[in-house]
């Protein structure tokens, strides 16, 4: 057999520009969304996790947690960028993604307060807690995605789409 009847393994097309752009929006549609609803349901879950007897109390403990996981971010840039420079970015943003989902599905079953007490707060912070510190990796991605465009249009989107937080 010679070199030139050895079959040759087709390498895989990159993907393009905007395909990147479209995965990277939807990243960031559904982070947003997941403080978004937060925020807006955050009566309701003041209720059901943090109830204290006074409303405004379980409101304030509520946007607490809330607040919490902004506190946090840096931690998580500290642990998943070390992570990212040994593991490489696919690996980091993997990493990001699977512990915002457990983090997210934690709050999604907890029951209430009523059902297993002092544990529904803890573990909803906690929850909170873990989106904080493993969200919001997108941003980085994006703005190296921006570096990478060569059409001014696509870096023109890229930029817009960085600047409205989309």
């Given at each position: 057999m010679t070199a030139d009847t050895l079959p040759t393994a087709a390498l895989p097309k990159p993907p393009s520009m905007n395909r990147l752009i479209v995965a990277a929006t939807i990243g960031n549609v559904f982070e947003w969304f997941d403080f978004v609803v937060y925020g807006f349901f955050a009566v309701t879950l003041a209720e059901v996790f943090?109830?204290?007897?006074?409303?405004?109390?379980?409101?304030?403990?509520?946007f607490g947690a809330f607040g919490l996981a902004y506190v946090?971010?840096?931690?998580?840039?500290?642990?998943?960028?070390?992570?990212?420079?040994?593991?490489?970015?696919k690996n980091g943003l993997m990493l990001s993604i699977a512990l915002m989902m457990i983090g997210t599905t934690m709050m999604a079953v907890t029951p209430g307060y009523a059902t297993i007490g002092i544990a529904a707060p803890i573990i909803i912070t906690l929850a909170r807690l873990l989106q904080g510190v493993f969200g919001r990796r997108r941003v980085r991605q994006r703005r190296q995605l921006s570096g990478r465009a060569r059409r001014r249009a696509t870096r023109v989107r890229l930029e817009l789409q960085f600047a409205t937080g989309a």
């Open positions: 943090f109830p204290t007897g006074n409303p405004t109390v379980s409101l304030l403990v509520t946090v971010r840096p931690l998580g840039a500290i642990v998943v960028g070390g992570y990212t420079d040994r593991a490489g970015r």
